[in-house]
Structures are given as C-alpha cells and as structure tokens.
C-alpha cells in the first residue's frame, strides 16, 4: 500500500497515520495510567468491620481472618459487623 493511497473522502494514509498512531500512544498512556493510579475496588462481602482493642487499627477484615493486620492480636468474634 503507497502512502499516497486515498482511504476515505480525499484523505490519505499519509495523512491518517499520524492519527492513528496519535490515538494508539494516548490509549496506552491511559491503561499505564488506569493500572498504576487507580484502585482497586475491594470486595466487601466476605468481610467485616473490626476495631483492634489493643492498638486501635480499624477498618475492614476477611470474616475468616483472626488477627489484626496491624499488631497481631486475635480478632475475637467476627459475627457482629456488617
């Protein structure tokens, strides 16, 4: 294919790669972008809400887990968090 070649109502390849090639690098860019900067929706369903009574961490944790992710304390009874 000559660079030359008409593609579509008078415009040529010549003219169309540059755009093509534009759209391609900002599309990567996004998806470098969407992967490192973005987070990650976490499944709240198998977990529960826990406040650690010996070094006060609190947010969420596995409903299987039995420690706090902070200090190590067991975590008790899970059942009563949404």
């Not at 599309?27 to 976490?42: E, L, N, P, S």
């Amino acid at each position: 294919m000559n660079l030359d070649t008409i593609i579509f109502n008078g415009f040529t390849v010549e003219q169309l790669l540059p755009w093509l090639l534009a759209v391609v690098v900002l599309y990567a860019i996004f998806r470098v972008y969407k992967i490192f900067f973005t987070k990650k929706k976490v499944n709240l369903q198998h977990t529960s809400y826990f406040v650690c009574s010996s070094c006060g961490w609190e947010g969420h944790i596995s409903k299987f887990g039995t420690r706090c992710p902070k200090c190590d304390a067991p975590a008790g009874d899970l059942s009563g968090g949404s």
